[in-house]
């Protein structure tokens, strides 16, 4: 059963705070994503790896950045955190052409 | 731009009925359209998906139909239930993994569906 794990369920930060959120996979997909998911916007693609210490932005980067120093882990940091980025951050990881699995999310609160 | 637009934002129907969301898109290089389906404190999960090549897929009470020639396509819920009550997105994609896309899903605004007792 695929699995891919998200380290929090529930994060509160302060503004200009560095955030850290991890996502682990256990299928030894080559695909990770990042998302952020806001009622009436969908999902939206932050940044993607496609392998090991590659990296490609997505349609919102700004104000993210990921790490991906193993395969089965993809992290996304904020640099500086920002009350605009309160949000649902949801990881994904896939195999090319093949189904994309979620985890079950970070609700992310930034005061 | 890549955008699939998605409709209605919210839907409620009795138990039994058939909502019907729709998707609509511009991009004509994508090729293959899923359906993910959330619950409340869950991540999306695919729940089906179909490539222009049929212009209907059905797997138990969820139908996709799919107009190519409109860039339509749209989700059918027959006989819905209320365990049926969840978020629907719709996304589209390049099938094909290569070039600057990788095969990057594009998702819609979602749904939330409720379905009454």
């Known amino acids: 059963d695929v699995k891919v794990t998200q380290s929090s369920r529930y994060l509160v930060k302060r503004t200009g705070e560095k955030v850290f959120l991890e996502c682990v996979q256990d299928m030894d997909h080559e695909n990770m994503f990042w998302y952020r998911q806001d009622p009436g916007l969908g999902l939206r693609l932050i940044y993607f790896?496609?392998?090991?210490?590659?990296?490609e932005k997505g349609d919102i980067p700004e104000g993210y950045s990921v790490s991906r120093e193993k395969k089965e882990r993809f992290s996304l940091i904020l640099e500086s955190a920002s009350t605009n980025q309160t949000s649902m951050y949801l990881c994904?990881?896939?195999?090319?052409?093949?189904?994309?699995?979620f985890g079950p999310g970070t609700r992310l609160l930034v005061l | 731009q890549q955008q699939v637009k998605q409709s209605p934002q919210s839907l409620i129907v009795q138990k039994g009925g058939i909502p019907i969301i729709n998707c609509a898109y511009e991009n004509t290089a994508f090729d293959y359209f899923p359906w993910y389906q959330q619950f409340p404190g869950k991540g999306p999960a695919l729940l089906i998906a179909i490539r222009p090549d049929v212009s209907e897929k059905k797997e138990g009470r969820f139908t996709i139909s799919f107009n190519k020639s409109a860039k339509q396509f749209s989700l059918h819920i027959m006989d819905s239930q209320p365990g049926d009550s969840a978020t629907y997105f719709c996304a589209a994609s390049p099938l094909n993994a290569g070039g600057t896309s990788y095969g990057k899903l594009t998702f819609g605004q979602g749904t939330i569906l409720t379905v009454h007792p």
């Open positions: 994904a990881s896939r195999n090319p052409q093949e189904t994309q699995y």
């Open positions: 790896s496609y392998d090991v210490k590659m990296k």
